[in-house]
C-alpha cells in the first residue's frame, strides 16, 4: 500500500501533527497517510518534536480540587469513550471520511460539473473551504474551475496524467490558482479524488476565529 | 557528566510513568493514576496556557479531558509504538482540536475524531525502535540548540497551535519565511526520514 509518489511538505506535515493546520486540509493529509507508510513514519518523529517542546514548557500545577474530582470520577466514567463503534462503511472509502459517507461512493449525492466531471459535496471546513469529492471519466479531463487559495487534491482511486507525470491512489497535490496544469483521467477507469478549495470567505472568516475563539463559551 | 545525568535521570521518570501506565491498565490502579496525574497535569495545563494565557479554566478542562482518556484507553496504549510523553502529547493535541471546534465561533461540521489517530498505527518493529530512540534523543538535542527565530515558529505552531499564516502575522513575517523556517528547523532536527 505504499505507492504514493507525492506526499505533503514537510512543514504541512508538521502542521498537521502540530494540531495547526485547518481540520479540511487535516482530510487530506489523513487520506494521504493511509496510503503512506513513509509518511506515517515522518509523522512519528514530528510528534516526538510536539512532545519534547511540550516536555520544556514550565509546568503550571493543577490544584488538589482538580486532583480530587477527578479521581472521584474515574469509577463513574462511561467505558464507552474507550470503544470504538463499528461501521459499514465500503472498505474503499479512508476512515476520516467515514463521517460524510454512509456506505460508499456511489450512494453519495453526486451533481454534474462538465461532461467529464461529477462532484459531491461533503462538508465546508470553519474557514470556507470547500471539501468534495470528484468523479472524472476515464480519458476525462479533470481540470474544474478557476478558484481563489490551494487546492488540496488526494486521489483516492484510479489515475491521472499531466504535462509532469502520472498520478495513483494516495497521491497529495497541492495546486494553486497559477497552476497552468491540465489534468487528465487515464483510460482505463473513473478516478475519484478528495478535493480541498479554499474559499474567499476564508479571511473573514479566519480573523474572527483568531479573535474569538473561546466566545461562545460563557466563562464568566 | 552532568548532561549525562539528566538524561538518565529523564529515561528512569519514564521508565517509572511507563510502569504506571501499565498499573492503570492491568490492575485499574489509582494510586498509578495519581502518580502520572502528578506529573503530566502542569505539561498539559502549560500546553493549554500556551495557546489561551490566563485561561485557567480551559486549562483545567483540558486536564479533565485527557486524563479521562488517559484511565480509559490505558490499556490501548503500547510502549511498542510511542513513547509515553508523545501518547500524552498526541491526545493533548487531539482533546485541544475538538475542544477549539466545540467552541468556535465559525462551526465547521468537520469531526476530527477520526482524522488524528492517537497511536501511529504502522508502528516500528524492534530494530526501527532503536532508531526511533536515537531519533527521540537528537531531536531533544537539537531543540536546545536550535537558533531562536527557528525555535519561536515550531513554538508557535506546536505549543500555541497557530497556523502557518497566523504565525506569519503575529511575527510580521512572509508567510514564505515562516514556512522555510519550519522547514530548516526540521532539517536540524533530523526527524526526515529518508523515503
Ligand atoms: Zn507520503
Known amino acids: 500500500m505504499d505507492q504514493s509518489n507525492n506526499h505533503p511538505y514537510d512543514e504541512l506535515l508538521a502542521a498537521y501533527s502540530a494540531g495547526s493546520l485547518p481540520l479540511s486540509q487535516a482530510l487530506c493529509i489523513s487520506a494521504h497517510l493511509e496510503h503512506c507508510h513513509s509518511c506515517g513514519q515522518r509523522l512519528q518523529q514530528l510528534n516526538h518534536v510536539g512532545s519534547e517542546l511540550m516536555q520544556q514548557l514550565k509546568p503550571a500545577k493543577a490544584s488538589d480540587e482538580l486532583k480530587n474530582k477527578l479521581l472521584g470520577m474515574l469509577d463513574s466514567l462511561p467505558q464507552d469513550l474507550a470503544q470504538e463503534q463499528p461501521r459499514e462503511v465500503d472498505s474503499r472509502v479512508p476512515r476520516c471520511l467515514h463521517q460524510f459517507i454512509d456506505k460508499g461512493y456511489d450512494d453519495l449525492d453526486w451533481k454534474r460539473v462538465s461532461a467529464d466531471i461529477h462532484s459531491a459535496e461533503l462538508c465546508r471546513d470553519s474557514n470556507g473551504a470547500k471539501v468534495e469529492l470528484l468523479k472524472i471519466k476515464p480519458g476525462g479531463s479533470a481540470t474544474t474551475h478557476t478558484h481563489m487559495g490551494d487546492e488540496y487534491t488526494v486521489i483516492l482511486e484510479g489515475s491521472f496524467s499531466d504535462e509532469s507525470g502520472l498520478y495513483g491512489q494516495g497521491d497529495f497535490l497541492v495546486r494553486d490558482e497559477k497552476d497552468q496544469h491540465t489534468p487528465v483521467a487515464t483510460q482505463d477507469r473513473e478516478c475519484i479524488c478528495l478535493a480541498v478549495t479554499e474559499g474567499p470567505i476564508q479571511f473573514t472568516g479566519f480573523l474572527h476565529r483568531l479573535l474569538n475563539p473561546f466566545i461562545r463559551r460563557g466563562y464568566a | ?195
Open chain 2, 1 to 195: 557528566m552532568a548532561l549525562m545525568a539528566t538524561t538518565t535521570g529523564k529515561s528512569d521518570k519514564l521508565a517509572h510513568l511507563s510502569a504506571c501506565i501499565g498499573r492503570v491498565a492491568d490492575k485499574r490502579d489509582k494510586s498509578a493514576f495519581a502518580e502520572l496525574f502528578d506529573h503530566y497535569t502542569p505539561l498539559i495545563r502549560a500546553y493549554s496556557l500556551a495557546r489561551e494565557p490566563g485561561a485557567d479554566l480551559v486549562a483545567d478542562e483540558l486536564v479533565q479531558e485527557v486524563m479521562t482518556r488517559v484511565w480509559l484507553k490505558a490499556e490501548k496504549y503500547n510502549a511498542k509504538l510511542a513513547n509515553l510523553n508523545t501518547w500524552i502529547f498526541t491526545l493533548a493535541r487531539n482533546c485541544r482540536i475538538d475542544y477549539l471546534r466545540r467552541n468556535s465561533r465559525y462551526a465547521t461540521e468537520i469531526d476530527p475524531t477520526d482524522i488524528f489517530n492517537e497511536m501511529e498505527d504502522e508502528g516500528p518493529g524492534p530494530f526501527q525502535m532503536v532508531q526511533q530512540n536515537k531519533a527521540q534523543q537528537s531531536v531533544r538535542e537539537g531543540l536546545e540548540q536550535l537558533p531562536q527565530e527557528q525555535a519561536e515558529v515550531l513554538t508557535k505552531v506546536y505549543l500555541e497551535g497557530k497556523s502557518h499564516q497566523q504565525t506569519s502575522e503575529e511575527l510580521k513575517l512572509p508567510l514564505g519565511t515562516v514556512k522555510s523556517r519550519v522547514r530548516l528547523a526540521l532539517k536540524k532536527l533530523e526527524v526526515l526520514v529518508t523515503r
